[in-house]
């Protein structure tokens, strides 16, 4: 798979120059950097052209990393069975970023969600609005630096780690059986004297009987 990313890498380097950046392979998944200037026409190649036929948008991912933030692209293709990674940096001050939605119709709901999530402004798209969230939801909750609200027209937002309801229940637990067993002990040892003492009276009573029969 990587031999084939580096092979469609070549070709976009050879026909976009310096707007294609070096194929990066440390990743799982092989990537070139698009310039966001060039985007749609790269997206454009990618998918028209017959050295890419790349049908098929998997997926627009948003990454923020506290400097900067970028896109990633992951394309297959359904005429020659591979994949392809492109990511496009977007900087904090400049969120505008072309729309590929009239390129892969697919983009349409990937584009939304990145807006809802991380305010990407798509120019071209044919309906940006969020997709996730109400549409007045203050800022956009996947960004580094964003701050939860503590509600939302009345409504409490927090909600208990379930971690801490797990402890809180084995806590429970534990409280709940050692008072059964402290209940259990303290009902033995209240059952002991009355049962040494009813024995002591099974004894008593035959010696009581002998005393009777002696006396008639």
């Known amino acids: 798979m990587e031999s084939a990313t580096s092979e469609k890498a070549e070709l976009l380097k050879t026909a976009f120059g ?11 998944d092989a990537y070139v950097y698009v310039d966001k200037s ?6 454009e190649k990618l998918k028209n052209d017959d050295n890419f036929s790349f049908d098929y948008l998997m997926s627009i991912s948003g990454v923020d990393t506290e400097e900067e933030f970028f896109l990633v ?4 293709s359904y005429k020659h069975r591979n994949e392809f990674v492109m990511r496009v940096k977007v900087p904090y001050d400049d969120v505008d970023v072309p729309s590929v939605s009239g390129i892969w119709s697919a983009a349409n709901w990937h584009e939304r969600e990145q807006y809802d999530l991380f305010g990407f402004n798509f120019g071209g798209h044919p309906d940006l609005r969020r997709i996730l969230l109400p549409e007045d939801w203050d800022g956009h909750p996947l960004r580094k630096d964003y701050e939860y609200p503590e509600e939302y027209h009345g409504i409490d937002h927090y909600r208990p780690d379930p971690k801490d309801q797990y402890k809180a229940w084995d806590d429970l637990r534990m409280k709940a059986k050692a008072k059964k067993e402290e209940e259990a002990g303290t009902s033995e040892a209240a059952e002991a004297p009355a049962a040494e003492e009813e024995a002591a009276e099974d004894q008593a009573e035959p010696e009581a009987s002998t005393e009777e029969e002696s006396g008639e």
């Open 18 to 28: 310096d707007k294609i950046g070096v194929l990066e392979t440390e990743n799982p």
């Open 73 to 76: 692209y992951h394309l297959f």
């Open 38 to 43: 060039a985007l749609l026409e790269v997206s």
